[in-house]
């Protein structure tokens, strides 16, 4: 059974603190300023509650990529409805709903994550619909899907991403942001935006990645 909002809320107030990478300094973030204890606090409460490992408490690359082509270029949006697609923090539907979207949903399926999304886009002062489920299957209601740094494991890339491309062909722009992740698929993919991302050696192999978004092709 997962755990009430609230206690979700306390949690993520009490083990981050609020901060802003240097690539999107207008978000301000939840985020772990040290991996250990996060971790090793994350370990303590997936014991009680069934919890994923806290990668809400990050900006990963392909998340900050988005968030900055959005917040340069907020045509891509703008007027639109969106889905930030296993949002981890967040950024992505924040940086849209900024960039001026007409309805914005983030979904995930940690329900930490969810209310990470839900604090992050309170303190930044915008609407984001915070979703705890899969959406995958769902009908397309969305003018713009985005996903970020979602092609890391194999049956991940296999559970979304037939999905993602059916969501293509109903009409949607779906924007796969990467940073050279193993799983990505090789073809169907039109690049559109390219930048480096700094990151961490506690977090990747290396301290900066280039993150290609590309337009996933429909089937």
């Keep these: 059974m997962s755990a009430p909002a609230l206690n979700a809320e306390e949690f993520i107030l009490a083990n981050t603190a609020p901060g ?115 959406v995958v299957g769902s009908a397309c209601r969305w003018d713009v899907i985005m996903a970020g740094d979602v092609c890391y494991e194999a049956p991940m890339t296999g559970h979304i991403l037939p999905w993602l491309r059916r969501m293509a062909g109903h009409g949607a722009v779906v924007l796969i942001a990467d940073p050279g992740r193993s799983y990505l698929p090789r073809s169907g993919l039109d690049p559109i935006f390219r930048i480096k991302v700094e990151t961490s050696r506690e977090l990747e192999d290396r301290e900066l990645r280039e993150v290609v978004i590309a337009n996933l092709n429909p089937d």
Excluded: Y
């Design 20 to 134: 802003r990478d240097t690539l999107v300094p207008e978000i301000t973030l939840q985020l772990a300023s040290e991996i250990t204890p996060i971790w090793q606090a994350t370990e303590a409460w997936l014991a009680e509650n069934n919890i994923e490992p806290p990668f809400w408490a990050f900006a990963w690359p392909g998340g900050l990529a988005l968030a900055r082509m959005l917040l340069d270029d907020p045509s891509l949006v703008a007027g639109k409805r969106v889905l930030d697609f296993a949002s981890g923090c967040g950024i992505g539907a924040i940086a849209a709903a900024m960039a001026g979207a007409a309805h914005v949903e983030a979904s995930e399926i940690d329900p930490l994550a969810t209310a990470a999304t839900a604090l992050n886009a309170r303190a930044n002062g915008v609407e984001v619909t915070a979703l705890a489920e899969d």
